[in-house]
């Protein structure tokens, strides 16, 4: 299984992998730290699951935007698509659902949240 982490905050990237290495199954994580990374990532590489964070940077473009334009690729359509991010008011999770994230994941990270998400998702041993 490949993973790739879309974050450009190192201190969160190394927060994920360190959470991932408790997941009881092959995979392999690659990292962009932001969108015009991801979107080059992907067109060169095929990716299993993405973790998304939704502010990528000044002038860049939303992880929400790049989840939408990853959705529009044939390659792309059904991958899994998770929603990490900061924003947890009341609405958030809906709101980032209904633009197309197939899971969401608030932080400050929850590791037992993070594993639950992917095991169901991939019917996996923790």
């Excluded at 982490?5 to 962009?32: C, P």
């Excluded at 709101?95 to 197309?100: D, N, V």
């Amino acid at each position: 299984m490949k993973i790739l982490i879309v974050e450009d905050n190192e201190i969160n990237v190394k927060i994920l992998e360190l959470m991932l290495r408790k997941l009881n199954f092959d995979y392999q994580v690659s990292v962009a730290c932001d969108a015009d990374s991801a979107i080059s990532i992907t067109k060169a590489d095929f990716f299993d699951l993405i973790l998304m964070d939704i502010n990528l940077g000044n002038g860049q473009m939303t992880g929400t935007e790049v989840m939408k334009l990853l959705k529009n690729e044939d390659a792309y359509r059904a991958i899994p698509i998770y929603a990490v991010t900061c924003y947890n008011l009341p609405g958030d999770r809906e709101k980032f659902l209904e633009a197309g994230f197939d899971k969401y994941i608030p932080k400050p990270l929850s590791q037992d949240m993070l594993l639950q998400e992917i095991t169901e998702e991939y019917s996996v041993q923790k």
